[in-house]
């Protein structure tokens, strides 16, 4: 079974433009979270996707940042436009909850998005 | 509002050394703990998960244990080797179907 897949792996841009990252969830996982490590700082969440719905977007940073997961599959991470401090490895991770309690979270080998 | 934090920040050892890492939360109404591993330019390595009912978890020369009431997780690493060193992060979650917290790692060096 294929594990969480993000895309590009890297990405290096110029300040002012525009990124979109994938992420591909583990097949079946309702799931859906985003979180980033900017440099020097301890890894940090964005937001969570239940299926197609925001379940809690509590860590977006601000409103360049825009998530997206249509149908409830993979999902999208846009920056627009990025920043200097937007530099950092964002990871996401899917899991499913196969009874109550239970709830694993795999991730992703993470985007490292360098801004210039 | 949980945090977590990790000691030491880094950590350089002589191979065959048996170490230990410390991992400490803020509030101990957790749903689980984990321990992952991250190599330079890499992702995430799941090493060990402890629900929040257990004390410990073993995997091969890794032992992981949890202490809820004093909010506490050490990470146990038995004759360390060199493909050892890596940054070693500890991350709560205060429920199911909620995000990770994480810690802010411990950069560990293991000399051959």
């Known amino acids: 079974e294929a594990g969480v897949t993000q895309f590009p792996s890297h990405s290096v841009i110029e300040k002012g433009q525009t990124v979109t990252l994938r992420c591909d969830p583990i097949?079946?996982?309702?799931?859906l979270y985003w979180y980033r490590r900017v440099m020097g700082k301890e890894i940090k969440f964005l937001l969570h996707?239940?299926?197609?719905?925001?379940?809690?977007e509590s860590g977006m940073p601000n409103n360049r940042f825009l998530a997206e997961r249509t149908g409830g599959t993979y999902s999208t991470l846009k920056v627009q436009p990025a920043e200097l401090e937007d530099s950092g490895v964002y990871f996401c991770?899917?899991?499913?909850?196969?009874?109550?309690?239970?709830?694993?979270?795999?991730f992703g080998p993470g985007t490292r998005l360098t801004v210039l | 509002k949980q945090e977590v934090t990790q000691i030491p920040a880094a950590l350089s050892v002589p191979e065959g050394e048996n170490l230990v890492l410390n991992c400490s939360f803020t509030?101990?109404?957790?749903?689980?703990l984990q321990w992952f591993r991250q190599d330079p330019g890499k992702g995430l390595t799941s090493l060990l998960l402890?629900?929040?009912?257990?004390r410990e978890q073993t995997s091969g020369r890794l032992n992981a244990s949890l202490d809820k009431s004093s909010g506490r997780s050490t990470l146990y690493i038995a004759a360390s080797q060199p493909g050892d060193s890596a940054t070693y992060l500890c991350?709560?979650?205060?429920?199911?179907?909620?995000?990770?917290?994480f810690g802010p790692g411990t950069r560990l060096s293991v000399l051959p």
């Open positions: 509030d101990s109404a957790i749903y689980n």
């Open positions: 402890i629900q929040s009912s257990q």
């Open positions: 097949s079946g996982h309702d799931n």
């Open positions: 991770a899917s899991s499913q909850v196969i009874r109550a309690r239970t709830d694993t979270q795999y």
């Open positions: 991350a709560v979650r205060p429920n199911y179907g909620q995000n990770f917290v």
């Open positions: 996707f239940v299926k197609e719905s925001k379940q809690d």
